[in-house]
């Protein structure tokens, strides 16, 4: 079946632009996890949605960026006036429940954010 | 500070060789462990899991890794290296009752023929 994707695989936007990267899970997943990669750094949390619980948002660096995600599909992380900082490589995950301690998180390819 | 270390940041090695990749955590309490390979252009993939019971755990594509609670380590091995198994190598953890990844700084592996 259809994995994890992510749209779009590259984004080049300039300083003070807002932009929007989308998510789509696999099918039937109702957990969704969102990630940032810095380059030659691992993988930093930024945003996790189970079902119909509060997002955790616990892991958002500022009040710049944010999330939605529509039921259990597809979600969106949107980051607004982007600085150079927040070029990175942006992860989206889904597993089938709402932890990490027994489900395996399927990833997608990521969204590769350049700010120029 | 609660973490995740990989203390190599980049292994090559030559192609039939053995690997380990170390990882170490810092928690008080057993946290549940993963090891994710990160391929060119493709997303994570999990190569194998530890949540109790044998400390010796197998995965995909002839990886294993042995949890030391002696030592916090959860150091991924493989007894032949082919040269496909290029790739980011993550360490990571989830604490008992939390529903967060956290992952160590990666591993990148070179492999010469």
Do not use: M
């Amino acid at each position: 079946g259809a994995g994890v994707s992510q749209s779009p695989s590259n984004k080049v936007t300039e300083k003070g632009k807002d932009v929007e990267l989308r998510c789509d899970p696999i099918s039937g997943h109702t957990a969704l996890y969102w990630y940032r990669q810095r380059l030659g750094q691992g993988l930093e949390f930024l945003i996790y949605f189970q079902g119909n619980s509060a997002p955790d948002k616990s892991g958002l660096p500022s009040d710049r960026f944010s999330a939605e995600r529509t039921g259990e599909s597809v979600s969106t992380l949107t980051i607004q006036r982007t600085q150079q900082e927040d070029s990175a490589v942006y992860l989206c995950a889904s597993s089938p429940e709402g932890t990490g301690l027994r489900d395996e998180q399927y990833f997608g390819p990521g969204t590769r954010l350049t700010v120029t | 500070a609660q973490s995740v270390t990989q203390p190599d940041i980049h292994i090559t090695v030559s192609e039939g060789a053995s690997l380990e990749l170390r990882c170490n955590y810092s928690y008080g309490a057993t946290p549940y462990l993963f090891w994710y390979v990160q391929s060119p252009g493709q997303g994570l993939q999990l190569l194998l899991k530890y949540f109790s019971g044998d400390t010796l755990v197998q995965g995909i594509k002839g990886f294993e890794a042995e949890f030391k609670r002696s030592q916090s380590s959860f150091n991924l091995r493989k007894p032949s290296v082919h040269w496909s198994d290029a790739a980011e190598y993550f360490c990571a953890v989830v604490l008992y009752n939390t529903d967060k990844l956290i992952f160590g700084t990666g591993t990148r592996l070179q492999v010469f023929p």
